[in-house]
């Protein structure tokens, strides 16, 4: 079955320190994967999505993310938080017959930043 | 542009009761999908309409159900509300327009829904 895998629940980084989440999928087909960020209260934001090509995409806000098939995983990273990147994160990928409408979502990581 | 809007922001239901939550997509596009998520979880798919049709379903009892209008908005009903209800539900629309793959989606900021 396909299944996406956060193993961090919670994270603490200090402001401009680097950052890593990780994320670990299970899918029988070349996946299309995503990582969204929520704020308190908020919906979901995309800040990437990996569909072919270049295993490096880059998002907004700093991201990047890293495809690597044979790790089945798409970690998350940011060279230097800020304060704001205080938030959930969550990775998705997109569910067999699917569309990027119907995706299937890690239990998500919560990133929590030092001063 | 108008983003996805949801109405309403919060809601406090009774055990039993049905409650209708709604949903207007980001403009230009024709497809939504309604995601439950629980406290600590990821969002889970419950369906998705394209075209007035409900096009896919996660694993939810019939107790869920949506309708999407002429105008691409939407509305999740859920009836004979349980506890086990209570979570944020959100909205995402993206666009179909006759390919197999949607464009990207964009969620609305959710309706909190509590049961008591």
């Known amino acids: 079955a396909q299944s996406v895998t956060q193993p961090d629940i919670h994270i603490t980084v200090s402001e401009g320190a680097s950052l890593e989440l990780r994320c670990n999928y299970s899918?029988?087909?070349?996946?299309?994967l995503f990582w969204y960020v929520q704020s308190p209260g908020q919906g979901l934001q995309l800040l990437l999505k990996y569909f072919s090509g270049d295993t490096l995409v880059q998002g907004i806000k700093g991201f990047e993310a890293e495809f690597k098939r044979s790790q089945s995983s798409f970690n998350l990273r940011k060279p230097s938080v800020h304060w704001s990147d205080a938030a959930e994160y969550f990775c998705a990928v997109v569910s067999y017959g699917g569309s990027q409408g119907n995706l299937i979502f890690g239990k998500g990581t919560k990133l929590s930043v030092k001063p | 542009d108008a983003g996805v809007t949801q109405s309403p922001t919060h809601l406090i239901k009774t055990r039993g009761q049905q409650v209708t939550l709604r949903c207007s997509p980001k403009?230009?596009?024709?497809?939504v999908s309604w995601y439950q998520q629980a406290l600590g979880q990821g969002p889970q798919f419950i369906f998705q309409y394209y075209e007035e049709e409900e096009r896919q379903r996660g694993n939810f009892p019939d107790r869920f159900s949506g309708h999407q209008f002429p105008n691409y908005s939407s509305e999740l009903n859920v009836n004979a509300l349980l506890l086990g209800d209570s979570a944020l539900y959100l909205c995402a629309s993206s666009l179909t327009g006759g390919h197999r793959f949607n464009t990207e989606a964009f969620f609305g900021q959710g309706t909190r829904l509590t049961v008591v």
């Open positions: 899918y029988g087909a070349t996946p299309y």
């Open positions: 403009s230009g596009h024709d497809t």
